[in-house]
């Protein structure tokens, strides 16, 4: 099988010594690969290192073809505009000039065969659901997932051999996902996608899994995966089950041994003792005993020690991934008491058209959150959701204390270590509280002093969580913002039973409907731009 990306002993560690990979081989064939492995395992950085924006300490990449590549978190320098996020304006600039009269050789070689540079990214951006954003618009009026629609459609134009996706269904709204998915599936070239989207992961024709320190590749998509996967779990906890008998067999059997064998030695004794034997006989009898001892009891030990490595081989084979253990604040909230009361502003007469539908979307005029409440915030990208949650994040109308996980998670100090970020908001904590807090979100030891500024997507997002849940005082109304971006399937299920257990309020914005269904939504409100915040 012709492989198109080839990972050849790739080593990497940060500036700070933390260690990533160490060694890693892969091939990496034709088709839509996805890309999966827990929070930190290395599949930003294995993609990064394959799109050249790293270099490794040691060992080598082979990509066949020029590489396209989307980043988890897309730049965002709010001066720029889409024709810059599309890396066009110097073809369109060029374009202009032509078509002002000027004939500058310069501008000819910066077009090449481009002439159709602006009619193809407008069609890209209207494939994606973005006809209504002009090339001149600046990125700072984009919400995150216009913005990484926009790059998308930037990778799209370049029509590249390889294209490299780390996470790109973050931030988007339903609509925007599903032009995602149409796009993977016609694909023409090799992609490789990280992801946690359970719908994008069934588009794929094999899976990689990224795991202690190897890839392995396992044909089909998503739910093949889990059923190889499962298969396997269940083959190797039968294996040990097995080891373990087998060792402790061999335990009863060097026991009976040792007993059998003292016994032995001391009739031989008493039968010396009777007979009278010379002594010189009597001497190598005993040598003699003793030796045929020493070998029974070294055959059995060996055996033993066989048993047992037998059993941890077994033991590595089964999967015993960490799982992050969140404990929300214990800060109940009587069901009558308001926790938040905010005037909203009324949506524009004129942008409204009278339809058979108004009676069923009369805009709120006051957002009123009562008690324990389990908000979801829907709508589209762009609507306003995060605005909305960012003023209430300021205090807004808000009578208890508010914590706020916003979707870039860049409330950390990257400069400083995990620990220093959550004393900076829980100064009462000494750093012994601090670390034991931090373990429960898998950072332990070492890990626990790491520089934010080094963290993959997901432990950023571990980190940040940690230091929301351990500030001071403890939230009673709690915002979250697209928080199952960056996280495994398992953290994305250990979220969901924490908050679950949450009895503080809660509101969420989320596109990730399973993930609404299990933290026991109880209201549902839409924001759009023209109708304002309505509830269904």
């Not at 032009?179 to 070239?189: D, E, F, Q, S």
């Not at 588009?203 to 499962?230: H, P, S």
């Not at 994305?492 to 809660?506: D, H, K, N, Q």
């Amino acid at each position: 099988m012709p492989f198109s990306i080839v990972v050849d002993r790739v080593s990497f560690a940060w500036p700070d010594g933390t260690r990533v990979l160490d060694g890693l081989d892969a091939a990496f064939p034709a088709g839509r690969t996805g890309l999966i492995g827990v929070n930190g395992s290395g599949k930003s950085t294995l993609l990064k290192i394959i799109a050249r924006e790293l270099a490794p300490r040691s060992g080598s990449v082979t990509v066949s073809g020029e590489v396209g590549y989307l980043p988890q978190n897309v730049p965002l320098i709010a001066a720029r505009t889409v024709s810059d996020l599309l890396e066009i304006s110097g073809k369109r600039a060029a374009l202009h000039a032509v078509e002002s009269g000027d004939v500058a050789e310069e501008h000819f070689t910066t077009i090449g065969d481009d002439w159709d540079v602006e009619e193809r990214a407008r069609a890209e951006l209207d494939r994606l659901g973005l006809a209504h954003l002009g090339l001149d618009r600046t990125v700072g009026t984009l919400s995150g997932g216009e913005t990484v629609m926009v790059a998308l459609a930037a990778q799209l134009l370049k029509r590249p051999d390889v294209l490299l996706l780390d996470e790109p269904t973050n931030n988007l709204d339903l609509d925007a996902r599903e032009r995602l998915y149409a796009a993977v599936t016609a694909w023409p070239g090799v992609l490789v996608v990280v992801s946690h989207d359970r719908a994008l992961l069934e588009l794929v024709d094999q899976v990689a899994e990224l795991r202690d320190g190897g890839v392995r590749f396992y044909g089909g998509n998503l739910t093949d995966y889990e059923e190889q996967a499962a298969a396997e779990q269940e083959a190797a906890l039968r294996t040990v089950r097995v080891a373990e008998g087998e060792v402790r067999r061999q335990q009863r059997e060097l026991v009976e041994a040792r007993i059998r064998i003292d016994r032995n030695i001391r009739a031989g004794k008493k039968a010396a003792a009777n007979n009278r034997a010379p002594k010189i006989v009597a001497n190598g009898l005993k040598r003699k005993a003793q030796a045929t001892a020493g070998k029974q009891r070294t055959l059995h030990e060996e055996k033993l020690e066989e048993a047992r490595e037998r059993l941890g081989e077994a033991e590595q084979a089964v999967r015993d991934d960490a799982e992050i253990r969140i404990e929300l604040p214990g800060t109940e909230v009587p069901s009558g008491r308001t926790v938040l009361s905010l005037a909203l502003a009324r949506p524009l007469p004129e942008s409204r058209q009278e339809t058979d539908e108004d009676e069923e979307f009369v805009p709120l005029e006051t957002l009123v959150v009562r008690g324990p409440e389990r908000i979801a915030l829907l709508g589209r990208n762009g609507s306003g959701k995060t605005t909305l949650l960012k003023r209430i994040a300021a205090g807004e109308g808000a009578a208890v204390p508010v914590r706020y996980l916003p979707q870039r998670l860049d409330l950390l100090d990257d400069a400083l270590s995990i620990i220093d970020n959550v004393r900076a908001v829980a100064p009462s904590a000494s750093v012994n509280e601090v670390r034991s807090r931090l373990a429960r979100f898998l950072f332990r030891g070492e890990r626990a002093a790491q520089a934010v500024g080094t963290l993959s997507g997901g432990e950023r997002f571990r980190a940040t969580l940690a230091a929301l849940l351990s500030a001071e005082p403890p939230p009673q109304l709690l915002l979250l913002d697209e928080p199952t971006n960056n996280l495994d399937l398992a953290s994305v299920r250990r979220l969901a039973e924490a908050l679950g257990a949450y009895r503080g309020a809660l509101i969420v914005a989320s596109h990730d409907l399973p993930f609404l269904e299990t933290i026991g939504i109880t209201r549902r409100l839409v924001q759009d731009r023209e109708r304002g915040l309505t509830e269904v």
